[in-house]
């Protein structure tokens, strides 16, 4: 697996949580982390309420801020993508 910048594995771990929600356990397997990297990440997101924990659930769920984070890191990889197609031709 290439080395991923940190927007990358943060998109990863939003979209693991996405719908609704997920567990730790699921996260980590999904965005390919340990469990203490993902723990410094899940604390990251919860104080910048891109994700939330659902205590009755025992799950992690990508708020609304967390969706739009998603959606413009997905728009500006898809830009890049093009920009890079251009660049080969």
């Given at each position: 697996?290439?080395n991923?910048?940190?927007?990358?594995?943060?998109?990863?771990?939003?979209?693991?949580?996405?719908?609704?929600?997920?567990?730790?356990?699921?996260?980590?397997?999904?965005?390919?982390?340990?469990?203490?990297?993902?723990?410094?990440?899940?604390?990251?997101?919860i104080?910048?309420?891109?994700?939330e924990?659902?205590?009755?659930?025992?799950?992690?769920?990508t708020?609304?801020?967390?969706?739009?984070?998603?959606?413009?890191?997905?728009?500006?990889?898809?830009?890049?993508?093009?920009?890079?197609?251009?660049?080969?031709?």
């Amino acid at each position: 697996m290439k080395n991923r910048s940190r927007t990358e594995i943060v998109a990863m771990i939003l979209d693991a949580a996405n719908g609704e929600g997920e567990t730790k356990t699921k996260i980590m397997y999904f965005a390919f982390l340990s469990y203490n990297q993902l723990n410094e990440y899940l604390s990251i997101l919860i104080e910048n309420n891109l994700i939330e924990y659902l205590d009755g659930a025992r799950r992690f769920k990508t708020t609304t801020k967390g969706l739009f984070f998603l959606k413009m890191h997905n728009e500006m990889a898809e830009l890049l993508q093009q920009t890079t197609a251009v660049k080969n031709n």
